[in-house]
């Protein structure tokens, strides 16, 4: 296996399958780029550390929203039979003693839990007249928490039915669509006037009554996919699934957001309003705009499932976060009981899986929180999880100093488009409902594998500005992009930054209209020859070409003793190009064995595309090499890619961490200097399950250059409880960190 320590840090040139750029391009380089220096020995061959940007000013804490200073978050849902045994001194003492800053208190909408007189607000059968709310609410103000009233404004009754048949979602057919697990309930339609009308109704009520911080919608907006209903209303409304519908969606859903946002305030001018987030790359409404209106962002990925199985899962949703909130919290929902599908929702998962999560939220940024169902199952008949959670919290409220964060430290940025994630349906040859779900796993595990700093991007988020930190730009099969999104990468490119591509990116506009070539295809030296081809047998393989050279070109490290390596399985033909570094041997017969060889080996269809102009670098991939690679985990797409990553790069970066072992890392600058944190995901359970143990791992060697004339004060491992000996010289700051078990996280305080 290639280690990537002896990639060459070498320009390819020309003769070795490289297309200058057009000439239009300019050769300035954006200025976050400029500042490098060769690492000294030690840092590793071939691998440039460029310094960290200057450090953002100090912010003025009396001008802080109290939100932004929420460290910890603590839920017992309730049910329905919580108000007949809850001892609310115990509920409040666990999570006070746990140090919570914030609890989520159960109002809900289907069965209200304190004496509503809201109608069709049902008491339930065992509240009995008890303002368990209220109770609660009370408890937790006397002990120095805020209180998030929490409500479900998602489903209701038949009788609430019976009276308003226009607040029902419904099938094609006209009939009523019920929970899938509670036949007795219907799902409410998010464009009726319970939204407008019941919803406001609850929370005035809630306000007239309660001190309370906040208000929180779970269960809406929903997450991940986009409504299906053919009420009165939405029949009006653009098909579900289309750019049109999504753009209606969105706007309903910031128009509930800012009334709902108004009524909060009603009472308490530091008041606000929140809803159900999260999803990842999918979310639900547009996430750029939403993270405009929202106060605080609720990553509702309570654990991991069967479709979504990688133990990055949460990582993965704080690095959306980061992309679309500009410094606005997050806190991401971490269930202590068992999650997916079947599921225990009153018994704890494995410590070690709840831990990670909480590990995952803490290192991508959002605010951990911790959450269990009910208060007969949570404190009576299964205690498992409070321990967990305890430890956490306490030893996360010990270092809070170094889990403010202000900025993410990385010079690759990965643009995710929300709107292809929701809304294309991949290649004809290969429909999955998790087609673009497995791009994005894809790209991930590589970028963990090759232990790269990066963040995501939002499509929506082009902007020079913004882009300027980043040395690269990756689009895994970023298949719609509008023309100004088109123009925003070119405009990135002629600034100095270099991009790689793959399969669809840019082949289908805004509206999900496809283009008669590439919107890119200018940039990017390539042209569309036809349409996607799937594969029937074996994929198409990939051909290297030999360049005049003596030595292997960068790109093809790795690769000795074999003309052929894995294609992908669906490619875009490309009209040929001039001195290509591979080429395509078209897929042919898996079986029988008798057939299976190429009719044509030699093609001058490029397998890969590459320009190259002053600082900039531009990849093109014809394949969906991202997907293929999630699903076979073949050897050869993961170093084609780590190879084309390093050369897009240059092969910089801001922070190289060398040592054994499957880790995902994150670089902050915090209040008081600098966060690295490391997840070890070395486990048998990191793709499917849940962890049991991790192997832990032996020493990490990190290496990162400094700003200016700053000097470091302590280096502390946190998780560890001790201090690390470090060497700064020449503003190279250089320490190992002994032994890695689940999670560290290495402080530098800086001066």
């Given at each position: 296996?290639?280690?990537?320590?002896?990639?060459?840090?070498?320009?390819?040139?020309?003769?070795?399958?490289?297309?200058?750029?057009?000439?239009?391009?300019s050769?300035?380089?954006?200025?976050?780029?400029?500042?490098?220096?060769?690492?000294?020995?030690?840092?590793?061959?071939?691998?440039?550390?460029?310094?960290?940007?200057?450090?953002?000013?100090?912010?003025?804490?009396h001008?802080?929203?109290?939100?932004?200073?929420?460290?910890?978050?603590?839920?017992?849902?309730?049910?329905?039979?919580?108000?007949?045994?809850?001892?609310?001194?115990?509920?409040?003492?666990?999570?006070?003693?746990?140090?919570?800053?914030?609890?989520?208190?159960?109002?809900?909408?289907?069965l209200?839990?304190?004496?509503?007189?809201?109608?069709?607000?049902?008491?339930?059968?065992?509240?009995?007249?008890?303002?368990?709310?209220?109770e609660?609410?009370?408890?937790?103000?006397?002990?120095?928490?805020?209180?998030?009233?929490?409500?479900?404004?998602?489903?209701?009754?038949?009788?609430?039915?019976?009276?308003?048949?226009?607040?029902?979602?419904?099938?094609?057919?006209?009939?009523?669509?019920?929970?899938?697990?509670?036949p007795?309930?219907?799902?409410?339609?998010?464009?009726?006037?319970?939204?407008?009308?019941?919803?406001?109704?609850?929370?005035?009520?809630?306000?007239?009554?309660?001190?309370?911080?906040?208000?929180?919608?779970?269960?809406?907006?929903?997450?991940?996919?986009?409504?299906?209903?053919?009420?009165?209303?939405?029949?009006?409304?653009?098909?579900?699934?289309?750019?049109?519908?999504?753009?209606?969606?969105?706007?309903?859903?910031?128009?509930?957001?800012?009334?709902?946002?108004?009524?909060?305030?009603?009472?308490k001018?530091?008041?606000?309003?929140?809803?159900?987030?999260?999803?990842?790359?999918?979310?639900?409404?547009?996430?750029?705009?939403?993270?405009?209106?929202?106060?605080?962002?609720?990553?509702?990925?309570?654990?991991?499932?069967?479709?979504?199985?990688?133990?990055?899962?949460?990582?993965?949703?704080?690095r959306?976060?980061?992309a679309?909130?500009?410094?606005?919290?997050?806190a991401?929902?971490?269930?202590?009981?068992?999650?997916?599908?079947?599921?225990?929702?009153?018994?704890?998962?494995?410590?070690?899986?709840?831990?990670?999560?909480?590990?995952?939220?803490?290192?991508?940024?959002?605010?951990?929180?911790?959450?269990?169902?009910?208060?007969?199952?949570?404190?009576?008949?299964?205690?498992?999880?409070?321990?967990?959670?305890?430890?956490?919290?306490?030893?996360?409220?010990?270092?809070?100093?170094?889990?403010?964060?202000?900025?993410?430290?990385?010079?690759?940025?990965?643009?995710?488009?929300?709107?292809?994630?929701?809304?294309?349906?991949?290649?004809?040859?290969?429909?999955?409902?998790l087609?673009?779900h497995?791009?994005?796993?894809?790209?991930?595990?590589?970028?963990?594998?090759?232990?790269?700093?990066?963040?995501?991007v939002?499509?929506?988020?082009?902007?020079?500005?913004?882009?300027?930190?980043?040395?690269?730009?990756?689009?895994?099969?970023?298949?719609?992009?509008?023309?100004?999104?088109?123009?925003?990468?070119?405009?990135?490119?002629?600034?100095?930054?270099?991009?790689?591509?793959?399969?669809?990116?840019?082949?289908?506009?805004?509206?999900?209209?496809?283009?008669?070539?590439?919107?890119?295809?200018?940039?990017?030296?390539?042209?569309?020859?036809?349409?996607?081809?799937?594969?029937?047998?074996?994929?198409?393989?990939?051909?290297?070409?030999?360049?005049?050279?003596?030595?292997?070109?960068?790109?093809?490290e790795?690769?000795?003793?074999?003309?052929?390596?894995?294609?992908?399985?669906?490619?875009?033909?490309?009209?040929?190009?001039?001195?290509?570094?591979?080429?395509?041997?078209?897929?042919?017969?898996?079986?029988?064995?008798?057939?299976?060889?190429?009719?044509?080996?030699?093609?001058?269809?490029?397998?890969l595309?590459?320009?190259?102009?002053?600082?900039?670098?531009?990849?093109?991939?014809?394949?969906?090499?991202?997907?293929?690679?999630?699903?076979?985990?073949?050897?050869?797409?993961?170093?084609?890619?780590?190879?084309?990553?390093?050369?897009?790069?240059?092969?910089?970066?801001?922070?190289?961490?060398?040592?054994?072992?499957?880790?995902?890392?994150?670089?902050?600058?915090?209040?008081?200097?600098?966060?690295?944190?490391?997840?070890?995901?070395?486990?048998?359970?990191?793709?499917?399950?849940?962890?049991?143990?991790?192997?832990?791992?032996?020493?990490?060697?990190?290496?990162?250059?400094?700003?200016?004339?700053?000097?470091v004060?302590?280096?502390?491992?946190l998780?560890?409880?001790?201090?690390?000996?470090?060497?700064?010289?020449?503003?190279?700051?250089?320490?190992t960190?002994?032994?890695?078990?689940?999670?560290?996280?290495?402080?530098?305080?800086?001066?």
């Open positions: 296996m290639l280690n990537r320590r002896s990639f060459l840090k070498t320009s390819l040139t020309a003769g070795a399958g490289v297309i200058p750029l057009t000439s239009r391009l050769e300035t380089t954006p200025s976050s780029f400029v500042e490098s220096a060769h690492a000294e020995d030690g840092a590793g061959a071939g691998v440039e550390i460029i310094s960290l940007p200057q450090r953002l000013p100090p912010i003025d804490q001008n802080v929203p109290w939100q932004q200073k929420i460290r910890r978050v603590g839920q017992t849902n309730f049910t329905e039979y919580d108000p007949a045994v809850m001892n609310v001194e115990e509920w409040a003492d666990y999570w006070h003693s746990a140090q919570a800053d914030l609890v989520f208190v159960s109002v809900t909408g289907i209200a839990f304190y004496p509503s007189k809201v109608k069709f607000h049902r008491h339930g059968k065992f509240l009995r007249n008890r303002d368990l709310f209220g609660c609410t009370a408890a937790a103000k006397k002990r120095g928490m805020r209180v998030v009233a929490r409500m479900s404004p998602d489903l209701n009754w038949g009788d609430a039915l019976e009276a308003h048949p226009e607040w029902a979602m419904r099938y094609q057919d006209g009939s009523v669509q019920h929970s899938g697990e509670e007795r309930l219907f799902k409410t339609c998010m464009f009726s006037t319970y939204m407008d009308d019941y919803v406001p109704a609850i929370m005035r009520e809630v306000n007239s009554l309660y001190d309370v911080d906040c208000f929180y919608t779970n269960g809406w907006p929903p997450l991940g996919a986009l409504p299906e209903c053919y009420c009165s209303i939405c029949i009006k409304l653009p098909a579900s699934g289309t750019p049109a519908y999504w753009r209606v969606f969105t706007d309903r859903v910031l128009a509930l957001w800012q009334k709902y946002n108004l009524i909060a305030k009603e009472k001018s530091d008041s606000f309003f929140f809803a159900n987030s999260g999803g990842n790359v999918r979310g639900g409404p547009n996430l750029e705009r939403l993270g405009q209106v929202a106060d605080w962002f609720q990553a509702d990925n309570q654990g991991r499932t069967y479709d979504d199985a990688a133990i990055w899962g949460c990582s993965l949703q704080g959306v976060c980061n679309v909130l500009d410094g606005k919290p997050a991401n929902v971490t269930a202590a009981y068992s999650t997916g599908s079947p599921g225990w929702r009153n018994v704890s998962k494995s410590p070690d899986e709840s831990e990670m999560w909480l590990n995952e939220t803490l290192a991508s940024g959002m605010v951990p929180y911790f959450h269990f169902v009910g208060a007969e199952n949570g404190f009576r008949e299964d205690r498992r999880w409070q321990s967990v959670g305890k430890d956490y919290f306490s030893w996360n409220a010990q270092h809070e100093a170094h889990f403010t964060t202000r900025r993410s430290i990385a010079n690759i940025g990965v643009v995710f488009g929300q709107s292809t994630q929701l809304l294309y349906p991949g290649p004809t040859s290969a429909r999955s409902r087609y673009t497995e791009t994005i796993q894809g790209i991930y595990d590589v970028l963990l594998q090759g232990r790269f700093a990066f963040d995501f939002h499509e929506d988020r082009l902007q020079a500005e913004r882009l300027k930190k980043y040395r690269a730009l990756l689009l895994p099969n970023v298949a719609m992009l509008s023309d100004s999104q088109c123009q925003q990468l070119r405009d990135y490119v002629s600034s100095g930054g270099s991009l790689m591509a793959s399969f669809e990116t840019s082949l289908y506009d805004q509206d999900l209209k496809p283009r008669s070539d590439f919107g890119l295809a200018d940039l990017m030296g390539i042209s569309k020859a036809g349409d996607a081809i799937g594969t029937n047998g074996n994929a198409y393989s990939a051909r290297i070409e030999k360049p005049n050279t003596d030595r292997m070109p960068p790109i093809l790795g690769f000795a003793e074999t003309n052929w390596i894995a294609g992908a399985q669906n490619r875009v033909p490309l009209k040929p190009v001039e001195s290509p570094l591979l080429t395509v041997v078209p897929g042919f017969v898996r079986y029988p064995p008798e057939l299976a060889y190429p009719p044509d080996s030699h093609t001058n269809e490029p397998a595309v590459l320009r190259e102009l002053g600082t900039s670098r531009t990849a093109w991939i014809p394949g969906d090499i991202e997907r293929t690679y999630w699903l076979t985990g073949h050897q050869d797409l993961s170093r084609l890619l780590h190879n084309t990553i390093r050369w897009v790069t240059h092969d910089e970066r801001v922070i190289d961490v060398d040592g054994a072992g499957f880790v995902e890392l994150f670089c902050w600058e915090t209040s008081s200097g600098y966060a690295i944190h490391l997840l070890n995901y070395s486990s048998p359970n990191a793709h499917h399950g849940w962890l049991r143990s991790v192997s832990p791992l032996g020493p990490q060697r990190v290496t990162m250059r400094l700003p200016g004339q700053m000097k004060k302590a280096v502390e491992l998780k560890a409880g001790q201090g690390a000996s470090f060497v700064l010289q020449n503003q190279l700051l250089q320490f960190i002994p032994s890695l078990k689940n999670y560290e996280v290495a402080a530098i305080t800086v001066e």
